[in-house]
């Protein structure tokens, strides 16, 4: 849930609050675009991240990643 207000600074620990109440972490799929050679028909980027079929498309984030860095 996404709530707007304004931050007035304040002391340390009213700060250190805040950001424990309002922090989150958000699911981000990764391998969901499989990368492969030219022949491998299921490959959805090639090495240098271009999406088949779709000129100038690159993908540019974590779903070619095989797994999630920590």
């Known amino acids: ?5 304004r931050v007035m600074p ?3 620990d009213e700060l250190l609050n805040y950001a424990r109440a ?3 972490t958000l699911y981000h799929s990764v391998g969901t675009a499989a990368m492969g ?3 491998d028909a299921s490959r959805v980027v090639d090495a240098q991240l271009r ?3 779709i ?6 984030d ?3 990643m095989p797994h999630l860095v920590s």
């Not at 849930?1 to 207000?5: D, K, N, P, R, V």
């Open 62 to 64: 974590a779903s070619v």
């Open 10 to 12: 304040g002391r340390d």
């Open 22 to 24: 309002m922090a989150s």
């Open 1 to 5: 849930m996404w709530t707007w207000h």
């Open 55 to 60: 000129t100038s498309l690159r993908v540019v």
């Open 51 to 53: 999406v088949n079929g």
């Open 37 to 39: 050679h030219a022949d």
